[in-house]
């Protein structure tokens, strides 16, 4: 152990099972920190502390206890600001807690893109209906402070208004929530690196949702299809958000949608995208592993990473019809031998009733594929889902 580098994992849940492996690959010591004492990956690392989340003396003690040498985490906001005053006790190499606090508060992001020129969906923060003077429908009703589309919801009128304030409020901690203009046109999101004084660009992932009035994601595909002008509107756009929000040390993961007015932010984070994006997409697409440069990064050491075509690379999240029942239940022996499939899952059992997508938490399986070009990819999607759905659900 005293001859290894030593790096805490924040969160030990499913969504850093990949930078988990990455850092042990590396041969770091890896100590993972998590408040919940039955987390998924708890086995994964080679030390594992339970500390609430809130805990500052807590964090300290482990930093303290193990020596460690650096921080991450992987896919998830909450723990950002714990970790950005940690760095700034012990020196790792991370942003600052004003930056991890702008980040996780939606309307405070807000704020900064204004001051930095930065085009995104306007919004204001309400708590009941009788704050809805002015909205302009359909709006978007969203927690200021959480992700994976938790208590996201469109609003078509005032009636629908309250049920989705409610539902925003169950998903914060916080006493008012973000309602924000509704933006026509695709998703994207844009994985980046800012580091030396520069932000990077490494790839350009479009996105599929379920239908309104939930929009949570169901599938990415990289790279995009997007203009190179409006790639080029995208670089200049990330730039200034990694100049207003004072990135450094650190990915990003920026949701964007484009239209004939152009392109606008929804909103950002410090961090690695999850649903497979950094972990899986982005190696396989771009030849550059963002865990890998986030890890070199967090121990102070030089990155030059090279993105270039490799090939398409995407993940498409299973969504049946709701009260479907399941009649069989495919396992990887089923999709074993067809060609593209890099990964798959599924989660509901045999007899289960199919439920409503509504965030990124009660999703029930993926499959991954790689292709060479665009229509092979779109093609296998298109295939691999049909037969998969049959096999789900016809006797």
């Known amino acids: 152990m ?123 923060l309400i708590s009941k209906v009788e704050e809805a003077e002015g909205l302009v429908f359909p709006v978007i009703v969203k927690p200021r402070d959480n992700s994976g589309s938790r208590g996201v919801k469109l609003c078509r009128d005032k009636n629908e208004l309250q049920i989705s304030i409610d539902e925003a409020l169950e998903n914060t901690k916080l006493d008012t929530v973000l309602v924000e203009e509704f933006i026509e046109g695709p998703e994207y999101s844009i994985e980046s690196l800012h580091h030396d004084g520069k932000s990077e660009v490494i790839q350009f992932t479009e996105k599929k949702t379920t239908e309104f009035p939930y929009n949570v994601e169901l599938g990415h595909i990289q790279p995009a299809n997007i203009s190179d002008e409006n790639k080029q509107k995208i670089r200049e756009i990330i730039a200034k958000i990694g100049k207003v929000l004072n990135f450094e040390n650190c990915p990003s993961h920026t949701e964007l949608k484009v239209n004939d007015r152009g392109v606008f932010v929804i909103e950002t984070s410090p961090r690695l995208g999850g649903d497979y994006i950094t972990s899986t997409l982005t190696p396989l697409s771009t030849g550059v592993n963002l865990e890998d440069e986030l890890l070199k990064i967090s121990l102070g050491e030089a990155i030059n990473p090279s993105p270039k075509a490799v090939q398409y690379s995407g993940v498409r999240f299973f969504s ?76």
């Not at 003396?57 to 906001?77: F, L, M, N, S």
């Not at 990124?360 to 889902?385: M, V």
């Open 2 to 124: 005293e001859e290894k580098k030593k790096v805490l994992i924040f969160g030990v849940g499913e969504l850093q099972r990949s930078i988990i492996d990455r850092a042990k690959k590396m041969g770091l010591y890896t100590v993972g920190i998590d408040p919940c004492a039955d987390a998924t990956c708890k086995n994964c690392v080679d030390a594992f502390e339970v500390v609430p989340g809130q805990d500052y003396e807590g964090h300290c003690a482990v930093i303290e206890k193990y020596g460690i040498d650096a921080i991450v985490t992987a896919a998830t906001d909450k723990p950002l600001v714990m970790m950005a005053r940690l760095a700034e006790k012990y020196g790792f190499p991370f942003y600052s807690v004003e930056t991890a606090r702008w980040s996780t508060d939606k309307f405070q992001m807000k704020e900064r893109f204004e001051l930095g020129g930065v085009p995104h969906a306007q919004g204001r």
């Open 320 to 395: 049946f019809k709701e009260g479907s029942v399941i009649k069989h239940v495919p396992n990887e022996e089923f999709v074993k031998g067809w060609p593209h499939v890099v990964d798959f899952s599924f989660n509901l059992q045999k007899g289960e009733k199919v439920h409503q997508i509504t965030s990124s938490l009660n999703r029930y399986g993926h499959i991954t594929l790689i292709a060479g070009n665009r229509e092979s990819i779109d093609d296998a999607f298109e295939k691999y889902e049909k037969a998969i759905l049959e096999k789900c659900l016809n006797d």
